[in-house]
Protein backbone atom coordinates (compact mmCIF):
# COMPACT_ATOMS: atom_id res chain seq x y z
CA UNK A 1 0.00 0.00 0.00
CA UNK A 2 2.54 2.53 -1.68
CA UNK A 3 -0.07 5.78 -2.51
CA UNK A 4 -3.16 6.97 -0.51
CA UNK A 5 -5.23 9.49 -2.28
CA UNK A 6 -7.42 11.24 0.19
CA UNK A 7 -9.97 13.46 -1.53
CA UNK A 8 -10.76 16.78 0.46
CA UNK A 9 -12.96 19.61 0.48
CA UNK A 10 -11.77 20.57 4.07
CA UNK A 11 -15.02 19.16 6.01
CA UNK A 12 -14.82 16.97 8.68
CA UNK A 13 -15.94 14.09 6.84
CA UNK A 14 -12.48 14.61 4.48
CA UNK A 15 -10.85 15.48 7.49
CA UNK A 16 -11.54 11.63 8.97
CA UNK A 17 -10.69 10.65 6.09
CA UNK A 18 -6.99 12.57 6.10
CA UNK A 19 -6.96 10.94 9.77
CA UNK A 20 -7.33 7.93 8.55
CA UNK A 21 -4.73 8.00 5.93
CA UNK A 22 -2.42 8.92 8.50
CA UNK A 23 -2.87 6.26 10.49
CA UNK A 24 -1.99 3.95 7.67
CA UNK A 25 0.57 5.93 6.28
CA UNK A 26 2.13 5.36 9.45
CA UNK A 27 1.61 1.35 9.33
CA UNK A 28 2.43 1.09 6.28
CA UNK A 29 4.92 3.57 5.32
CA UNK A 30 2.73 4.95 3.09
CA UNK A 31 2.55 8.00 0.54
CA UNK A 32 -0.18 10.43 1.63
CA UNK A 33 -1.68 12.34 -1.97
CA UNK A 34 -4.05 15.21 -0.98
CA UNK A 35 -6.34 16.26 -3.88
CA UNK A 36 -8.10 19.74 -3.65
CA UNK A 37 -10.72 19.89 -6.90
CA UNK A 38 -12.09 23.59 -7.53
CA UNK A 39 -15.86 23.10 -8.12
CA UNK A 40 -15.10 25.18 -11.76
CA UNK A 41 -12.28 27.21 -13.68
CA UNK A 42 -12.65 31.06 -12.74
CA UNK A 43 -13.19 33.16 -15.58
CA UNK A 44 -11.20 36.19 -14.22
CA UNK A 45 -7.51 35.34 -13.34
CA UNK A 46 -7.02 36.80 -10.31
CA UNK A 47 -10.36 34.89 -8.75
CA UNK A 48 -8.59 31.75 -10.28
CA UNK A 49 -5.17 32.39 -8.49
CA UNK A 50 -6.62 33.44 -5.23
CA UNK A 51 -8.67 30.72 -5.09
CA UNK A 52 -5.94 27.96 -6.02
CA UNK A 53 -3.74 29.79 -3.01
CA UNK A 54 -6.35 29.76 -0.15
CA UNK A 55 -6.75 25.92 -1.27
CA UNK A 56 -3.04 25.27 -0.90
CA UNK A 57 -3.02 26.71 2.35
CA UNK A 58 -5.55 24.75 3.48
CA UNK A 59 -3.60 21.84 1.97
CA UNK A 60 -0.62 22.96 3.12
CA UNK A 61 -2.13 23.13 7.05
CA UNK A 62 -2.97 19.68 7.02
CA UNK A 63 0.71 18.58 5.36
CA UNK A 64 2.15 20.26 8.41
CA UNK A 65 0.26 18.42 10.97
CA UNK A 66 1.99 15.34 10.04
CA UNK A 67 5.51 16.55 9.76
CA UNK A 68 7.28 13.16 9.57
CA UNK A 69 4.85 11.93 6.72
CA UNK A 70 5.60 12.12 2.84
CA UNK A 71 2.42 14.14 2.13
CA UNK A 72 1.58 15.42 -1.36
CA UNK A 73 -0.65 18.46 -2.26
CA UNK A 74 -2.25 18.89 -5.28
CA UNK A 75 -5.28 21.45 -6.77
CA UNK A 76 -6.92 20.83 -10.08
CA UNK A 77 -10.22 21.90 -11.67
CA UNK A 78 -12.58 19.10 -13.32
CA UNK A 79 -15.20 16.91 -12.40
CA UNK A 80 -13.85 14.73 -9.85
CA UNK A 81 -14.08 10.99 -10.92
CA UNK A 82 -12.22 12.20 -14.08
CA UNK A 83 -9.54 13.98 -12.07
CA UNK A 84 -9.07 11.09 -9.73
CA UNK A 85 -9.22 8.26 -12.71
CA UNK A 86 -6.30 10.53 -14.00
CA UNK A 87 -4.53 10.87 -11.03
CA UNK A 88 -4.71 6.79 -10.32
CA UNK A 89 -2.93 6.55 -14.08
CA UNK A 90 0.23 9.33 -13.23
CA UNK A 91 0.65 8.27 -9.67
CA UNK A 92 0.14 4.64 -8.60
CA UNK A 93 -2.83 4.84 -6.25
CA UNK A 94 -3.17 1.94 -4.33
CA UNK A 95 -6.36 2.78 -1.88
CA UNK A 96 -8.31 6.02 -1.88
CA UNK A 97 -9.83 6.88 1.63
CA UNK A 98 -12.77 9.18 1.20
CA UNK A 99 -15.25 11.07 4.15
CA UNK A 100 -19.22 10.68 3.71
CA UNK A 101 -22.30 12.05 5.31
CA UNK A 102 -24.22 10.05 3.19
CA UNK A 103 -27.24 11.05 1.00
CA UNK A 104 -30.98 10.15 1.04
CA UNK A 105 -34.02 10.09 -1.15
CA UNK A 106 -33.76 11.52 -4.65
CA UNK A 107 -30.83 13.02 -4.05
CA UNK A 108 -29.02 9.43 -3.36
CA UNK A 109 -30.48 7.35 -6.09
CA UNK A 110 -29.66 10.14 -9.07
CA UNK A 111 -27.14 12.86 -7.99
CA UNK A 112 -25.46 11.65 -4.68
CA UNK A 113 -22.53 13.10 -3.14
CA UNK A 114 -18.54 13.18 -4.50
CA UNK A 115 -17.96 9.79 -2.57
CA UNK A 116 -20.82 8.35 -4.46
CA UNK A 117 -20.05 9.26 -7.79
CA UNK A 118 -16.24 8.45 -6.93
CA UNK A 119 -17.53 5.05 -6.35
CA UNK A 120 -19.22 4.58 -9.45
CA UNK A 121 -16.98 5.76 -11.96
CA UNK A 122 -13.39 4.75 -10.61
CA UNK A 123 -11.83 1.44 -10.69
CA UNK A 124 -9.82 1.86 -7.56
CA UNK A 125 -10.38 0.42 -4.03
CA UNK A 126 -12.47 3.10 -1.87
CA UNK A 127 -12.08 3.30 1.71
CA UNK A 128 -15.43 5.20 3.01
CA UNK A 129 -15.15 6.72 6.35
CA UNK A 130 -18.30 7.95 8.16
CA UNK A 131 -16.57 9.36 11.48
CA UNK A 132 -13.28 9.44 13.31
CA UNK A 133 -11.12 6.47 13.84
CA UNK A 134 -8.86 6.03 16.68
CA UNK A 135 -7.21 2.90 14.88
CA UNK A 136 -7.32 0.70 11.79
CA UNK A 137 -7.63 -2.73 13.52
CA UNK A 138 -10.03 -4.21 11.13
CA UNK A 139 -9.90 -8.01 13.03
CA UNK A 140 -13.00 -8.81 12.07
CA UNK A 141 -14.92 -8.12 8.80
CA UNK A 142 -17.43 -8.82 6.68
CA UNK A 143 -17.38 -9.52 2.87
CA UNK A 144 -20.66 -9.35 1.35
CA UNK A 145 -21.52 -10.58 -2.09
CA UNK A 146 -23.22 -12.87 -4.49
CA UNK A 147 -19.75 -15.13 -4.89
CA UNK A 148 -20.03 -15.54 -8.31
CA UNK A 149 -17.35 -16.71 -10.16
CA UNK A 150 -16.15 -13.59 -11.63
CA UNK A 151 -16.32 -12.16 -7.31
CA UNK A 152 -12.84 -14.15 -7.27
CA UNK A 153 -10.44 -11.15 -8.23
CA UNK A 154 -12.21 -8.90 -5.90
CA UNK A 155 -12.27 -11.13 -3.12
CA UNK A 156 -8.82 -12.00 -3.57
CA UNK A 157 -8.31 -8.69 -3.79
CA UNK A 158 -9.94 -7.97 -0.67
CA UNK A 159 -7.79 -11.08 1.10
CA UNK A 160 -4.15 -8.92 0.27
CA UNK A 161 -5.55 -5.80 1.87
CA UNK A 162 -6.73 -7.05 5.07
CA UNK A 163 -4.05 -9.34 5.48
CA UNK A 164 -1.80 -7.60 7.63
CA UNK A 165 -4.96 -7.10 10.23
CA UNK A 166 -4.72 -11.02 10.60
CA UNK A 167 -8.79 -11.07 10.47
CA UNK A 168 -11.46 -13.15 11.00
CA UNK A 169 -13.92 -13.00 7.58
CA UNK A 170 -17.28 -13.43 7.79
CA UNK A 171 -18.81 -13.91 4.06
CA UNK A 172 -22.10 -13.41 3.48
CA UNK A 173 -24.89 -13.69 1.00
CA UNK A 174 -28.21 -11.38 1.73
CA UNK A 175 -31.29 -13.03 0.55
CA UNK A 176 -34.47 -10.87 0.24
CA UNK A 177 -37.12 -13.49 -0.45
CA UNK A 178 -37.39 -12.58 -4.45
CA UNK A 179 -37.37 -14.75 -7.53
CA UNK A 180 -33.77 -13.53 -8.08
CA UNK A 181 -32.26 -15.48 -4.80
CA UNK A 182 -29.80 -18.26 -5.61
CA UNK A 183 -31.21 -21.93 -4.44
CA UNK A 184 -29.99 -22.09 -0.86
CA UNK A 185 -28.11 -25.47 -1.74
CA UNK A 186 -26.24 -23.77 -4.46
CA UNK A 187 -25.33 -20.72 -1.91
CA UNK A 188 -23.86 -23.13 0.21
CA UNK A 189 -21.66 -24.42 -2.41
CA UNK A 190 -20.36 -21.11 -3.29
CA UNK A 191 -20.07 -19.75 -0.27
CA UNK A 192 -17.66 -23.07 0.47
CA UNK A 193 -15.46 -22.55 -2.19
CA UNK A 194 -15.06 -19.10 -1.07
CA UNK A 195 -14.28 -20.32 2.53
CA UNK A 196 -11.21 -22.06 0.80
CA UNK A 197 -9.73 -18.81 -0.42
CA UNK A 198 -10.01 -17.29 2.93
CA UNK A 199 -7.41 -19.49 3.80
CA UNK A 200 -5.07 -19.48 6.13
CA UNK A 201 -7.69 -16.90 7.92
CA UNK A 202 -9.93 -18.01 10.40
CA UNK A 203 -13.41 -17.90 8.12
CA UNK A 204 -17.25 -18.39 8.65
CA UNK A 205 -20.07 -18.50 6.08
CA UNK A 206 -23.44 -17.34 6.43
CA UNK A 207 -26.70 -16.48 4.79
CA UNK A 208 -29.19 -14.00 6.24
CA UNK A 209 -32.38 -13.02 5.04
CA UNK A 210 -33.23 -9.11 4.54
CA UNK A 211 -35.42 -6.84 3.47
CA UNK A 212 -32.89 -5.54 1.27
CA UNK A 213 -28.99 -6.51 0.64
CA UNK A 214 -28.17 -3.00 2.02
CA UNK A 215 -30.35 -3.32 5.37
CA UNK A 216 -29.05 -7.32 6.03
CA UNK A 217 -25.68 -6.63 5.46
CA UNK A 218 -25.71 -3.62 8.01
CA UNK A 219 -27.42 -5.57 10.29
CA UNK A 220 -25.26 -8.60 10.26
CA UNK A 221 -22.46 -6.91 10.74
CA UNK A 222 -23.81 -4.31 13.39
CA UNK A 223 -24.67 -8.52 14.96
CA UNK A 224 -21.28 -9.89 15.08
CA UNK A 225 -19.88 -6.45 15.99
CA UNK A 226 -17.44 -6.34 13.00
CA UNK A 227 -14.88 -3.58 12.23
CA UNK A 228 -15.18 -3.63 8.48
CA UNK A 229 -17.34 -4.14 5.54
CA UNK A 230 -15.79 -5.13 1.94
CA UNK A 231 -18.25 -5.49 -0.72
CA UNK A 232 -17.46 -6.28 -4.00
CA UNK A 233 -18.40 -3.25 -6.94
CA UNK A 234 -17.14 -3.93 -10.37
CA UNK A 235 -20.34 -4.56 -11.91
CA UNK A 236 -22.01 -1.35 -12.69
CA UNK A 237 -25.18 -0.76 -14.14
CA UNK A 238 -26.54 2.91 -14.45
CA UNK A 239 -30.03 1.99 -15.62
CA UNK A 240 -30.10 -0.90 -12.99
CA UNK A 241 -29.25 1.80 -10.29
CA UNK A 242 -31.52 4.35 -11.17
CA UNK A 243 -34.61 1.45 -10.68
CA UNK A 244 -33.21 -0.62 -7.50
CA UNK A 245 -30.27 1.67 -6.60
CA UNK A 246 -26.55 0.63 -5.54
CA UNK A 247 -26.12 -1.81 -3.03
CA UNK A 248 -22.28 -0.27 -2.40
CA UNK A 249 -23.48 3.37 -2.58
CA UNK A 250 -26.72 2.39 -0.24
CA UNK A 251 -24.07 0.96 2.01
CA UNK A 252 -21.85 4.11 1.60
CA UNK A 253 -24.98 6.39 2.47
CA UNK A 254 -26.15 4.46 5.66
CA UNK A 255 -23.61 2.53 7.54
CA UNK A 256 -21.99 3.66 10.42
CA UNK A 257 -18.97 1.29 9.63
CA UNK A 258 -16.15 2.23 7.74
CA UNK A 259 -16.93 0.63 4.04
CA UNK A 260 -14.47 -0.88 1.85
CA UNK A 261 -15.69 -0.88 -2.03
CA UNK A 262 -13.10 -3.33 -4.39
CA UNK A 263 -13.38 -2.16 -8.12
CA UNK A 264 -10.41 -1.98 -10.11
CA UNK A 265 -9.23 -3.20 -13.71
Not at 187 to 214: D, M, V, Y
Amino acid sequence: MKNILVPTDFSVFANYAFDTAVLFAKRFNSRIHLLHQLATASAVPTAQEQAIKNAQILLNHLKDKQPELDIRTFVSTGKLPILINQFIADHGVDLIIMGSHGASGWNELLIGSNTQKVIREVSCPVLVIKKQLTDIKFDKLVFASSFHKDETAAFMRMKEFVAPFIPEIHLVEIHTSSLFDPPYFLSKETLAQFKELCKPFHCETHIERGFSIEKGIRSFAQDIKAKLIVISNHQKNPLKRIFSGSNVEALVNHADLPVLSIDFR
